[in-house]
């Protein structure tokens, strides 16, 4: 294997994380309260894959899991949503007339 093969692979899969990662905060954005039994549904990703990055989205402060799921079959899920605590979103326009800033959390 060559060093360009490594890096192409480890590129890819770096690529893909961002992607994994990015599909699991959206959904839980439009639709508050999935488990991750049901994002790895909807998102057609393992449900081992789904636990790490939610586990890791729940580290860096992006997630919070809530209630235990009750009703389904099998071990009740936990219910996530995106933590309004963890980060702020900034915004600026610099114009010629004036500056306008905006903050606002993850869920508006």
Same mark, same amino acid.
């Given at each position: 294997?060559?060093?360009?093969?490594?890096?192409?692979?480890?590129?890819?899969?770096?690529?893909?994380?961002?992607?994994?990662?990015?599909?699991?905060?959206?959904?839980?954005?439009?639709?508050?309260?999935?488990?991750?039994?049901?994002?790895?549904?909807?998102?057609?990703?393992?449900?081992?894959?789904?636990?790490?990055?939610?586990?890791?989205?729940?580290?860096?402060?992006? !997630?919070?899991?809530?209630?235990?799921?009750?009703?389904?079959?099998?071990?009740?899920?936990?219910?996530?949503?995106?933590?309004?605590?963890?980060?702020?979103?900034?915004?600026?326009?610099?114009?010629?007339?004036?500056?306008?800033?905006?903050?606002?959390? !993850?869920?508006?």
């Amino acid at each position: 294997m060559t060093a360009n093969t490594r890096t192409a692979r480890a590129g890819d899969q770096s690529y893909l994380k961002r992607l994994n990662r990015s599909a699991i905060l959206e959904l839980v954005r439009q639709e508050p309260g999935l488990s991750r039994a049901e994002l790895a549904t909807r998102t057609h990703v393992t449900k081992v894959t789904v636990g790490t990055v939610v586990q890791d989205l729940i580290d860096g402060g992006w !997630l919070t899991e809530g209630t235990l799921q009750q009703g389904a079959l099998g071990r009740p899920g936990r219910t996530l949503h995106l933590n309004d605590d963890g980060h702020v979103i900034l915004g600026a326009d610099v114009g010629v007339q004036g500056l306008r800033v905006v903050a606002t959390t !993850l869920t508006g």
